[in-house]
């Protein structure tokens, strides 16, 4: 069984303030993990994804995730914050044992970003 | 490359109807999933489509079914609708979906069951 968790509903930072949204996971491998972002009334935006290797994962728009093992973490970082960063944050995983059996995807319940001016 | 295109985005059906829904993937792109997204039970696989063949299946009921066509077109199709069928209807294609493949979602149709 694999899943993920977003223990945090929503999150407030100021512009300008480092940001993090924190997700942990369970799966009976290696994890592939992944960071979404959806924006009112639109699908996911794919922001970044670790496979193997280096544990700081660089994505788009600024995004970076740190990648822990022994923590079972990827939390999602921005060393500064625009107000255009605000919306709504998906951590999804796939295990790696069973990944070329057909994709899907699990998905946290998300997390509410708010970047204040 | 145009992105995955998703249509009709809105549609409001009636109780016991049902609703065909359609996804184009990313061209090349041969893996196609559909998800459901609710305020309550968040986003949930439905299946996933490769080469016209239903490779994996979520937690759904008959009611919820789909295809693929040779372009790797899909629809979705919801029998007998139900109110709680009412959510976000997302479609996402990759490349094959294999191993740490990444999954490119559409915008979604906004399915309301009255």
């Known amino acids: 069984a694999q899943s993920v968790a977003q223990p945090e509903d929503q999150v407030n930072v100021a512009e300008g303030n480092p940001l993090t949204v924190k997700c942990t996971y369970s799966?009976?491998?290696?994890?592939?993990l992944f960071w979404y972002v959806q924006y009112p009334n639109r699908g996911l935006q794919f922001l970044l994804k670790?496979?193997?290797?280096?544990?700081l994962v660089k994505g788009s728009y600024g995004f970076e995730a740190e990648f822990n093992k022994s923590q079972t973490s990827f939390h999602l970082k921005k060393p500064s914050a625009l107000v255009s960063d605000s919306a709504l944050y998906f951590c999804a995983v796939r295990d790696a044992v069973g990944s070329n059996s057909g994709y899907a995807l699990n998905f946290g319940k998300g997390t509410s970003l708010l970047v204040t001016p | 490359k145009a992105g995955v295109t998703q249509t009709p985005r809105y549609l409001i059906k009636t109780r016991g109807q049902q609703v065909t829904l359609s996804c184009s993937p990313i061209s090349g792109h041969r893996s196609v999933s559909w998800y459901q997204q609710t305020p309550g039970q968040g986003l949930q696989f439905l299946f996933e489509y490769f080469s016209e063949t239903q490779r994996n299946k979520g937690n759904f009921p008959g009611r919820f079914s789909g295809r693929q066509f040779s372009n790797s077109r899909s629809e979705m199709n919801v029998s007998t609708l139900e109110l709680g069928d009412s959510a976000l209807y997302l479609c996402a294609s990759s490349p094959y979906g294999l191993g740490p493949d990444t999954q490119y979602f559409g915008p979604g149709t906004r399915l309301t069951v009255l």
């Open positions: 799966v009976s491998g290696n994890p592939y």
């Open positions: 670790y496979i193997t290797g280096d544990n």
